[in-house]
């Protein structure tokens, strides 16, 4: 993981090198455990290998598809709030429509948000996946629409996959939407 970020912040030094001050330190095994703790979950390998360069960035402009990165501190920050969403019977009777191999919750504790849109939406780790899926998956998780597309077989993957669009040109950095964005939604 350590080379993924090298990658990524090359192509941040060469498209959007202020994006490389909000970046934060890499995260301490105790940030990880304190998730993991929390949510009573072990993360992916990936995950944590990610993660102990950055944790995440400053919330800010969006370093992934104009998301903000999570920062661990700031993944438990969403997660609680779905959680007492969910304790609360917020989500009673309501079911999403999942792409094969996620649960239809509407949300579930065990998607871990790994990034934030600043409306409610996530890119999650999926660590409780129906039949057909694979756990550690990374979803979409919509506030106020059904769908739950598998994204990624992996956080590995997902994160592999994204670095890699970036260096092919497919994202590029915009100011007036707030971070970095595919081409084909200017």
């Not at 997902?158 to 670095?163: F, L």
């Amino acid at each position: 993981m350590v080379a993924t970020w090298q990658k990524l912040e090359r192509w941040l030094e060469e498209h959007a090198a202020h994006l490389l001050d909000e970046l934060n330190p890499g995260a301490l095994p105790a940030d990880i455990a304190n998730v993991e703790k929390v949510v009573g979950v072990t993360l992916p390998a990936a995950f944590r290998d990610f993660y102990k360069v950055h944790n995440g960035q400053e919330p800010g402009e969006g370093l992934v598809e104009t998301e903000e990165l999570l920062s661990t501190e700031r993944i438990l920050e969403e997660w609680r709030v779905w959680k007492d969403l969910l304790d609360n019977g917020n989500f009673h009777g309501t079911r999403s429509e999942p792409e094969e191999g996620v649960k239809d919750d509407w949300w579930n504790p065990l998607w871990i948000p790994i990034t934030y849109d600043g409306n409610g939406n996530h890119y999650c780790i999926d660590l409780d996946p129906a039949p057909g899926g694979r756990k550690g998956q990374i979803i979409r998780m919509w506030h106020d629409a059904p769908e739950r597309p598998i994204i990624a077989d992996s956080f590995h993957a997902w994160i592999e996959d994204y670095v890699g669009q970036l260096i092919k040109g497919e994202y590029i950095y915009s100011a007036e939407w707030g971070g970095i964005i595919h081409r084909e939604d200017l």
